[in-house]
Nanobody
Framework: QVQFVESGGGLVQPGGSLRLSCVASGVTLDAYAVGWFRQAPGKEREGVGCISSGGGYRYSIVASRFTFSRDNTENTVYLQMNDLRPEDTGIYYC???????????????????WGQGTQVTVSP
């Protein structure tokens, strides 16, 4: 089974930036669209955004602050988060998606076993 692994989280002050990374275990990432999700304390997991396998299509619920990119030569997908706010706090996950970002839009990835994610904390 494909397993994606997230990294790059941390503690940042409001207004700060973080770049999260996503790599795939055992497969080449360029075959997959990649969705990013987050789960805030006490809330359901929600889709944040997605980038298609070729990188030509991107979807974001926070387009003004979150951007998605990929470097298929490095087998890595990135989530650049700017102007972070306390409400962005949560555990961030990446997962396979469809090129039209169906799973992120639906907040659900069928049959996927979630990894540990990476913790993002935005606090003064």
């Amino acid at each position: 089974q494909v397993q994606f692994v997230e990294s790059g989280g941390g503690l940042v002050q409001p207004g700060g930036s973080l770049r999260l990374s996503c790599v795939a275990s055992g497969v080449t990432l360029d075959a997959y669209a990649v969705g990013w999700f987050r789960q805030a304390p006490g809330k359901e997991r929600e889709g944040v955004g997605c980038i298609s396998s070729g990188g030509g299509y991107r979807y974001s619920i926070v387009a003004s602050r979150f951007t998605f990119s990929r470097d298929n030569t490095e087998n890595t997908v990135y989530l650049q988060m700017n102007d972070l706010r306390p409400e962005d706090t949560g555990i961030y996950y990446c997962a396979p998606d469809r090129d039209d970002c169906t799973y992120v839009r639906g907040n659900y990835v069928p049959g996927y076993s979630w990894g540990q994610g990476t913790q993002v904390t935005v606090s003064p």
